[in-house]
C-alpha cells in the first residue's frame, strides 16, 4: 500500500461524497474541501462544476457575491462545507464564539453565510479535521447555523454528513442525529466515543475507511496540487512536503 | 444631483462625521485602506460599521484605533492570516455593540434600501441564534401559501456612506466596478458614496458601452480622491497582490493593545505620505 497524508485520506474520503454533483461551491479557508472538489470534478470527466470562493479561475459569479446566495436558493448549487468551533450532536454549527453571548470569549470571526446556505444547499459536509471534544460538544453556546429545522420550514438543504480527522459520519435529518458510518485507519470507535461529546449512531461492524489508492494519490499530488495551489499557495506547499 | 468633486484623501476622510454608519466592502473586492488611516488620524469617534458582507484589517484598524461604537457583520477575520485580534478583543470585551448577520441578509437589507422598500424576504436563517439577537428581522408565514411557511424579513439598512477604493475613475465622476457589482449595491443603498481610486482617468466610461455596465454612475459618487496604491497592504484585483509580508507582521502586532498601539503609530500616525 502506498503511504499516504492525513489530508489525502480526507481530500478522497469527501471526493467520494460528491459523487453525481451537478455544482459543488467551497467556502473560505476550505483548502481540503477544495482540493476534494477539484478531485470529484476531475473524476466526473467536466460534468461537475466547481466553486471555490477567493479563486477567480473557479467562480463565475459576474453580479458580486450576492449572486452565489441566490444561486443556492435556487437549488443551483448541490453541495457545500460548513465547519464550527463547535459541532454539537443536532448538527448544530457555531461560528461566533464560546460563552454567553454577546459577549463571547473568544469571539471568533462570525457566521459567514452558514445560516443560509445550511438551509438551502442539498448536501452539506461538515468538516473538521481535529476531532475533540471541545469542538464536538453536548449543545453549541451559540447557534450560527441550525441543523434541524420543524416540518412546516422551507428546507430542501441541510447536514448530509460529517468528516473529521478521525472517522466519517452521515446524519440523520428526520430523526436528528449522527451515525458512524466509517473509521480512518488507525483509530477505534472507543477513542471516537471518549472524543465526542454527544452520542451517535453506530452499526454492528464499523468499517475501516479506505485508504486512497494508487491513482487517486496521483491526481491530488499531481493537477489537483497545482489547481489549489492558486486559492491556497501554502496549503499546496504543505501537500508536497512529504 | 450635484457634479462629482474630485477631492484628496484627508479631505474625503473628512467628510465622514462621527457616528455615521458606514459601509465597508470585503477585504478583497476594493478596501479603502488609505482613507482608512486618513480616518483614524483625524480620530474618527463613534463610527457604525456595515461590512459587506464580510471585512478584515479595515474594520479590525478602526475598532483597535477606537473609532467605532457598533459593528454589523457576516464575519470579521484576516483570513488566511488569522483571526482579527482587534475586533475578537472588542466584542469580548463589550467595548463595541456587535450585530451578527449573514452574508446574504447584509445584500438583502441593502437591496431592500436600493428599492426604497422597507424590507426583503429570506429564506433560510430560521432556527438559530443570528436571527434571535435580531429584533429588527420579523418572520411572518408566506401570504402566498395556503399552509404554513415561516420566512424571514430583513430590514431595510441605508448606511449613511458607502467607503470603497476602485482602479479607475475618470474626472467626472463615473467609477470602474467591473465585476465587483456589491461595490454598485453599497452606493445604491446608501445615502452617500465616497471613493478613493488608483487612477483618475481622462476618459467617460459611460460613453463605451464595454465600460458603461461595469461602471457606477457618478450620479451617486459625491467624490473621489486619487489614492495610488489605496487598498495597501490589502490587494486589488488586477493592480497589484496583498502584501503577505505586512499583513503577517499587522497580525502578530495587532495580536496585543501596545503591539497595535506601535502598528499605528509607525503606519498610520507617523508615515502619512508612506501610507498612501
Given at each position: 500500500?502506498?503511504?499516504?497524508?492525513?489530508?489525502e485520506?480526507?481530500?478522497?474520503?469527501?471526493?467520494?461524497?460528491?459523487?453525481?454533483?451537478?455544482?459543488?461551491?467551497?467556502?473560505?479557508?476550505?483548502?481540503i474541501?477544495?482540493?476534494?472538489?477539484?478531485?470529484?470534478?476531475?473524476?466526473?470527466?467536466?460534468?461537475?462544476?466547481?466553486?471555490?470562493?477567493?479563486?477567480?479561475?473557479?467562480?463565475?459569479w459576474?453580479?458580486?457575491?450576492?449572486?452565489?446566495?441566490?444561486?443556492?436558493?435556487?437549488?443551483?448549487?448541490?453541495?457545500?462545507?460548513?465547519?464550527?468551533?463547535?459541532?454539537?450532536g443536532?448538527?448544530?454549527?457555531?461560528?461566533?464564539?464560546?460563552?454567553d453571548?454577546?459577549?463571547?470569549?473568544?469571539?471568533?470571526?462570525?457566521?459567514?453565510?452558514?445560516?443560509?446556505?445550511?438551509?438551502?444547499v442539498?448536501?452539506?459536509?461538515?468538516?473538521?479535521?481535529?476531532?475533540?471534544?471541545?469542538?464536538?460538544?453536548?449543545?453549541?453556546?451559540?447557534?450560527?447555523?441550525?441543523?434541524t429545522?420543524?416540518?412546516?420550514?422551507?428546507?430542501?438543504?441541510?447536514?448530509?454528513?460529517?468528516?473529521?480527522?478521525s472517522?466519517?459520519?452521515?446524519?440523520?435529518?428526520?430523526?436528528?442525529?449522527?451515525?458512524l458510518?466509517?473509521?480512518?485507519?488507525?483509530?477505534?470507535?472507543?477513542?471516537?466515543?471518549?472524543?465526542?461529546?454527544?452520542?451517535?449512531?453506530?452499526?454492528?461492524?464499523?468499517?475501516?475507511?479506505?485508504?486512497?489508492?494508487?491513482?487517486?494519490?496521483a491526481?491530488?499530488?499531481?493537477?489537483?496540487?497545482?489547481?489549489?495551489?492558486?486559492?491556497?499557495?501554502?496549503?499546496?506547499t504543505?501537500?508536497?512536503?512529504? | 444631483?450635484?457634479?462629482?468633486?474630485l477631492?484628496?484623501?484627508?479631505?474625503l476622510?473628512?467628510?465622514?462625521?462621527?457616528?455615521?454608519?458606514?459601509a465597508?466592502?470585503?477585504?478583497r473586492?476594493?478596501?479603502?485602506?488609505?482613507?482608512?488611516?486618513?480616518?483614524?488620524r483625524?480620530r474618527?469617534?463613534?463610527?457604525?460599521?456595515?461590512?459587506?458582507?464580510?471585512?478584515?484589517?479595515?474594520?479590525?484598524?478602526?475598532?483597535g484605533?477606537?473609532?467605532?461604537?457598533?459593528?454589523?457583520?457576516?464575519?470579521?477575520?484576516?483570513?488566511?492570516?488569522?483571526?482579527?485580534?482587534?475586533?475578537?478583543?472588542?466584542?469580548?470585551?463589550?467595548?463595541?455593540?456587535i450585530?451578527?448577520?449573514?452574508?446574504?441578509?447584509?445584500?438583502?437589507?441593502?437591496?431592500?434600501?436600493?428599492?426604497?422598500?422597507?424590507?426583503?424576504?429570506?429564506?433560510g436563517?430560521?432556527?438559530?441564534?443570528?436571527?434571535?439577537?435580531?429584533?429588527?428581522?420579523?418572520?411572518?408565514?408566506?401570504?402566498?401559501?395556503?399552509?404554513?411557511?415561516?420566512?424571514?424579513?430583513?430590514a431595510?439598512?441605508?448606511?449613511?456612506?458607502?467607503?470603497?477604493?476602485?482602479?479607475?475613475?475618470?474626472?467626472?465622476?463615473?467609477?470602474?466596478?467591473?465585476?465587483?457589482?456589491?461595490?454598485?449595491?453599497?452606493?445604491?443603498?446608501?445615502?452617500?458614496?465616497?471613493?478613493?481610486?488608483?487612477?483618475?482617468?481622462?476618459?467617460?466610461?459611460?460613453?463605451?458601452?464595454?465600460?458603461?455596465?461595469?461602471?457606477?454612475?457618478?450620479?451617486?459618487?459625491?467624490?473621489?480622491?486619487?489614492?495610488?496604491?489605496?487598498?495597501?497592504?490589502?490587494?486589488?484585483?488586477?493592480?497589484?497582490?496583498e502584501?503577505?509580508?505586512?499583513?503577517?507582521?499587522?497580525?502578530?502586532?495587532?495580536?496585543?493593545?501596545?503591539?497595535?498601539?506601535?502598528?499605528?503609530?509607525?503606519?498610520?500616525?507617523?508615515?502619512?505620505?508612506?501610507?498612501?
Open positions: 500500500m502506498t503511504a499516504y497524508r492525513a489530508e485520506l480526507l481530500i478522497a474520503v469527501i471526493a467520494d461524497l460528491l459523487a453525481g454533483c451537478r455544482h459543488v461551491a467551497v467556502g473560505m479557508a476550505s483548502p474541501p477544495g482540493s476534494a472538489a477539484l478531485l470529484a470534478r476531475h473524476r466526473s470527466g467536466g460534468a461537475m462544476r466547481v466553486s471555490i470562493l477567493g479563486d477567480p479561475e473557479n467562480t463565475f459576474s453580479d458580486g457575491g450576492k449572486e452565489l446566495f441566490d444561486c443556492a436558493a435556487q437549488g443551483r448549487i448541490d453541495a457545500f462545507f460548513l465547519s464550527g468551533a463547535q459541532i454539537d443536532q448538527a448544530n454549527v457555531n461560528l461566533v464564539g464560546i460563552g453571548y454577546p459577549r463571547s470569549r473568544p469571539r471568533f470571526s462570525g457566521s459567514f453565510g452558514a445560516a443560509y446556505l445550511y438551509h438551502l442539498p448536501k452539506v459536509i461538515l468538516f473538521r479535521p481535529d476531532h475533540s471534544p471541545r469542538v464536538f460538544v453536548p449543545k453549541v453556546d451559540f447557534i450560527s447555523a441550525a441543523g429545522s420543524p416540518p412546516n420550514v422551507y428546507r430542501p438543504g441541510g447536514p448530509a454528513a460529517l468528516v473529521t480527522g472517522a466519517r459520519f452521515s446524519f440523520d435529518r428526520a430523526r436528528g442525529g449522527f451515525r458510518e466509517s473509521v480512518h485507519p488507525g483509530n477505534d470507535v472507543a477513542a471516537i466515543r471518549r472524543k465526542t461529546g454527544f452520542d451517535f449512531g453506530e452499526p454492528t461492524t464499523i468499517p475501516t475507511t479506505t485508504p486512497p489508492d494508487a491513482e487517486t494519490l491526481l491530488i499530488r499531481g493537477p489537483i496540487r497545482q489547481e489549489i495551489a492558486r486559492p491556497y499557495p501554502r496549503f499546496a504543505q501537500l508536497t512536503s512529504n | 444631483m450635484p457634479r462629482t468633486e477631492i484628496d484623501v484627508e479631505n476622510a473628512n467628510r465622514i462625521p462621527d457616528g455615521a454608519l458606514l465597508l466592502p470585503a477585504d473586492n476594493g478596501v479603502a485602506l488609505a482613507a482608512t488611516r486618513a480616518l483614524i483625524r474618527a469617534q463613534g463610527l457604525r460599521i456595515l461590512t459587506v458582507p464580510t471585512s478584515g484589517m479595515q474594520s479590525d484598524l478602526l475598532i484605533a477606537g473609532c467605532v461604537a457598533e459593528v454589523e457583520t457576516s464575519g470579521v477575520s484576516l483570513s488566511e492570516y488569522g483571526p482579527a485580534p482587534r475586533f475578537g478583543a472588542a466584542v469580548s470585551e463589550g467595548t463595541i455593540v450585530r451578527d448577520a449573514t452574508c446574504p441578509a447584509v445584500h438583502a437589507g441593502l437591496q431592500a434600501s436600493e428599492k426604497g422598500v422597507p424590507f426583503l424576504p429570506l429564506r436563517i430560521l432556527g438559530t441564534d443570528v436571527l434571535k439577537f435580531r429584533p429588527d428581522w420579523r418572520v411572518i408565514d408566506n401570504p402566498f401559501e395556503a399552509g404554513s411557511d415561516p420566512i424571514v424579513l430583513v431595510a439598512v441605508q448606511p449613511d456612506i458607502a467607503l470603497f477604493h476602485v482602479a479607475r475613475a475618470d474626472r467626472h465622476g463615473n467609477v470602474f466596478v467591473g465585476r465587483e457589482r456589491d461595490l454598485v449595491t453599497m452606493a445604491h443603498a446608501s445615502r452617500r458614496t465616497l471613493i478613493t481610486a488608483e487612477q483618475i482617468v481622462d476618459v467617460d466610461l459611460m460613453h463605451d458601452p464595454a465600460y458603461a455596465a461595469g461602471t457606477l454612475s457618478s450620479f451617486y459618487v459625491e467624490a473621489v480622491a486619487e489614492a495610488p496604491r489605496g487598498a495597501w497592504p490589502l490587494g486589488l484585483h488586477g493592480c497589484y497582490a502584501d503577505a509580508e505586512h499583513l503577517t507582521r499587522y497580525a502578530s502586532a495587532a495580536a496585543t493593545p501596545e503591539g497595535f498601539r506601535r502598528y499605528l503609530d509607525e503606519f498610520v500616525f507617523a508615515t502619512r505620505a508612506a501610507a498612501q
